[in-house]
């Protein structure tokens, strides 16, 4: 069966340092992958989808980016953290682009 | 664009009653899919049950069922006998089968009362 990792299960950065949450995959090959962001009390908001190894698509303009290193590696980055990158993310995977299945997720707290 | 539109910010149940969480969306395709997702206070998002446009069926999955009604584009769900177990977060969600980006409604928080 498939399994989705994601760690950190929980972060505290100062404002100015470097980001790097990592999601992968077991027991399926070439899945989509996402990167989404839940603000407290708020619904998810998409941040990066790849199709494939070295392809990701940003449906928001923002302080990260991500890599897709591995078939079944997804990393999201920032060089330079925000107080507003604060957050709850959540990395999830796709057959075939219908439902998705999410991991744990990442509590991020930028001080 | 296409939207996600859930009207019912706070719902409660009584222990072993019904209760039906409210979706509504628009969208101008005509093949689509629609989702239901439950994220109790562990925030991991749980796929609760799915359906696809163009099947004209209802899903059901044990005491989870939808009313999928396509042509008000109205995708509500149905707990029946419900559990404490069920108090979460519900999310309605939509994605097209070409692009597979999932849309989400900003959600129904849900409490059971024993």
């Known amino acids: 069966s498939q399994t989705i990792h994601q760690w950190p299960a929980t972060l505290v950065q100062p404002v100015g340092s470097p980001l790097s949450l990592e999601c992968t995959v077991e027991g399926t090959s070439n899945p989509n992958l996402y990167w989404y962001r839940q603000a407290a009390g708020r619904g998810l908001q998409l941040l990066f989808y790849?199709?494939?190894?070295?392809?990701i698509s940003s449906e928001v303009p923002q302080n990260l980016s991500a890599s897709r290193p591995q078939d079944r590696q997804f990393i999201l980055s920032s060089k330079k953290l925000l107080l507003s990158d604060s957050g709850f993310y959540l990395c999830?995977?796709?057959?075939?682009?219908?439902?998705?299945?999410f991991g744990p997720g990442t509590r991020l707290t930028v001080t | 664009a296409q939207t996600v539109t859930q009207s019912q910010p706070e719902m409660s149940v009584q222990e072993a009653e019904t209760v039906t969480l409210s979706c509504t969306y628009d969208?101008?395709?005509?093949?689509?899919?629609l989702f239901w997702y439950k994220q109790p206070p562990s925030r991991q998002m749980i796929l609760v049950i799915r359906q696809e446009a163009y099947k004209q069926q209802n899903a059901t999955e044990n005491r989870f069922s939808v009313n999928f009604q396509k042509a008000a584009k109205s995708f509500s769900l149905k707990i029946s006998d419900s559990q404490l177990g069920d108090a979460a977060m519900y999310f309605c969600a939509y994605t097209e089968r070409s692009q597979g980006n999932l849309i989400f409604g900003k959600g129904t928080k849900l409490s059971v009362k024993p």
């Open positions: 969208t101008s395709e005509s093949d689509y899919y």
């Open positions: 790849s199709v494939g190894i070295g392809q």
């Open positions: 999830a995977w796709s057959p075939t682009g219908g439902e998705q299945y």
